[in-house]
Structures are given as C-alpha cells and as structure tokens.
C-alpha cells in the first residue's frame, strides 16, 4: 500500500480540464514539496510538475500543479488524447527519510 | 545534453545477485547525487536510494537496506545499482534519475532526467 493515495483511475474528454489527487500525511506532503511525473507506457517518468506548481521549460501551461495541507493536486485542462496516459506523484517522507510515490493514476480520455 | 544510459535486460535465478550500471553524459557527473527507482510490472514506482557521486556517501530505503549497494565508477562517470538475494517480486524495471538541481550537498528531491530502465527478471 502506498504512503500516497491516489485514484486508480481518471477520465475526462477533450478539450475538459480533469483533477488528479495526491493524499499523503504531516510526515511527507504536509511539510515537504511534492512532484508529479507523467509516464508513458514502456517508458521513462517524465517530470511534469516540481515544487507543488512549478513546471519544467517544455511542458504545456494546460498543466497545472497544487498543495493544500497534506494533499496535492495535478489540473491538465484542454483535455488532449496525447495525455492518455498515467500520473504519478511523489514527495519526500521524514517518517521513512525516503522518496515515496503515489500508485499512480491512469488518465482515459474519452 | 543531459543523457543517463543504462545496462541491458538481465535475466537471474532466485538467490542470484545484480549489477546495473548507469552512464552519465552532459552535465559534470560529481556535482550531482545519482538515484535508483524501480518499477515492477503494472505497480508503482518505488524509490531505493542514492548516491552522493562526489565523496562517494550514499542513503538507501529502508526496504531494501542491507539488500541493496550503489557504487559509483573510479572513472567514465558511471553509478551502479547491485541487488542481491534476488527473488521472484524483484522482478523490475530499474531506472536511474538525476536530480534537477544540486547546490553542495543540497538536491532536489525530484528529477529531470531519467535512464531508459534496465528489465530485471527473476526466474528459476
């Protein structure tokens, strides 16, 4: 079971703007920042968000990061069939003194 | 640019150990800790630790402590991840990721660049 809790699974259609939730606890997401990678299958993580909002140089603005308390979101807007895919996030744990991720979720754009 | 290439494919039996290694290129390879992310078929990933590619330190999972060695090459900008007492639920994609920003011994805790994955299977 994972330190992050994540929906399995999300959905939404083109062109709608889809939320993606990350819930973790006072130990990690509650006092440190939190990421979010974007996995293609057979592939990589790509980095798609870092320090709660900000985004790396080449990913779109439809990506938008955010942290309340012990929970974070990932917002895509303009739903596009290319973001069909799975998102992870991941934060720092001082309980474990590790890296931790979330399940994971999967995106179907319908 | 930034690039970290991995080892190919390995295929061990239960109890055997492994060595993947990770070339580094593009960027100056002892001003950045090297970390280690697995990923079994269909689950999350899953943090193992890293390496302070400058002295050498290194930190590790509590998972896979006393299990698990990350060493760092004497030259060619290589880290390598050594698993051993493999059994079947190590069965895994391994990949390094850099961090995106180190400042001494101060990194990010997330990363901008990742190896391609080296497949892990353990299988008697």
């Known amino acids: 079971q994972s330190v992050l809790t994540q929906p399995p699974s999300a959905s939404g259609t083109p062109g709608q703007r889809v939320t993606i939730s990350c819930s973790g606890s006072?130990?990690?997401?509650?006092?440190?920042?939190v990421s979010w990678y974007q996995q293609l299958p057979g592939t990589a993580p790509k980095l798609l968000i870092y320090?709660?909002?900000q985004r790396p140089s080449g990913v779109p603005d439809r990506f938008s990061g955010s942290k309340s308390g012990t929970s974070a979101s990932l917002a895509i807007s303009g739903l596009q069939s290319e973001d069909e895919t799975t998102y992870y996030c991941?934060?720092?744990?001082?309980?474990?003194?590790?890296?931790?991720f979330g399940g994971g979720t999967k995106l179907t754009v319908l | 640019q930034v690039q970290l290439v991995q080892s190919g494919a390995e295929v061990k039996k239960p109890g055997a150990s492994v060595k993947v290694s990770c070339k580094a290129s593009?960027?100056?390879?002892?001003?950045?800790?090297l970390h280690w992310v697995r990923q079994a078929p269909g689950q999350r990933l899953e943090w193992m630790g890293w390496i302070n590619v400058g002295d050498g330190s290194t930190k590790y999972s509590q998972r896979f402590q006393g299990r698990v060695i990350i060493t760092r090459g004497t030259s060619a900008s290589t880290a390598y991840l050594e698993v051993s007492s493999l059994r079947s639920e190590d069965t895994a994609v391994y990949y390094c990721?850099?961090?995106?920003?180190?400042?001494?011994?101060?990194?990010?805790?997330?990363?901008?660049?990742w190896g391609q994955g080296t497949l892990v299977t353990v299988s008697s």
């Open positions: 006072s130990s990690n997401i509650g006092g440190n920042s």
């Open positions: 991941a934060t720092w744990d001082d309980s474990l003194t590790g890296l931790v």
């Open positions: 990721a850099r961090p995106q920003y180190c400042s001494g011994s101060s990194c990010s805790n997330w990363f901008d660049a």
């Open positions: 593009g960027y100056t390879f002892a001003s950045y800790t």
């Open positions: 320090s709660n909002n």
